[in-house]
């Protein structure tokens, strides 16, 4: 179906910023709830931002106030704009989408739990003090 390409990764000093993209192929993006995901060695993947097909998002306590998550369907994309990074905010970061074959509610709930029909290959980000 779908696949996704991030970039916008890299390495950058505690405090400062960062966006990430994920460009999709091979299917518009309209009809897919769209997530971040990181994963750090020793570590278990955690879901950073979710994003239904109307655009509601939501994020993990960890990210709140810091991090926002947006889709332009136009031009097949999904963002992470990431603010005041922290060193524990270090990880390999993932996009994942998901088909809403019915409910928004579903396909969200489902990515939430880590399950998606579609990965990137990942963009790395290091954040040192």
């Known amino acids: 179906q779908v696949q996704l390409v991030e970039s916008g990764g890299g390495s950058v000093q505690t405090g400062e910023s960062l966006r990430l993209s994920c460009t999709a192929s091979g299917s518009p993006i309209n009809r897919y709830c769209m997530g971040w995901f990181r994963q750090a060695p020793g570590k278990e993947r955690e879901g950073v931002g979710i994003?239904?097909?109307?655009?509601?998002?939501a994020f993990p306590d960890s990210v709140q106030g810091r991090f926002t998550i947006s889709r332009d369907n136009d031009k097949n994309t999904l963002y992470l704009q990431m603010n005041n990074l922290k060193p524990e905010d270090t990880a390999m970061y993932y996009c994942?989408?998901?088909?809403?074959?019915?409910?928004?509610?579903?396909?969200?709930?489902?990515?939430?739990?880590?399950?998606?029909?579609?990965w990137g290959q990942g963009t790395q980000v290091t954040v040192s003090s």
């Open positions: 994942a989408a998901t088909l809403e074959t019915h409910l928004r509610s579903m396909c969200v709930r489902s990515l939430a739990q880590g399950q998606s029909d579609s």
């Open positions: 994003i239904d097909s109307v655009g509601d998002a």
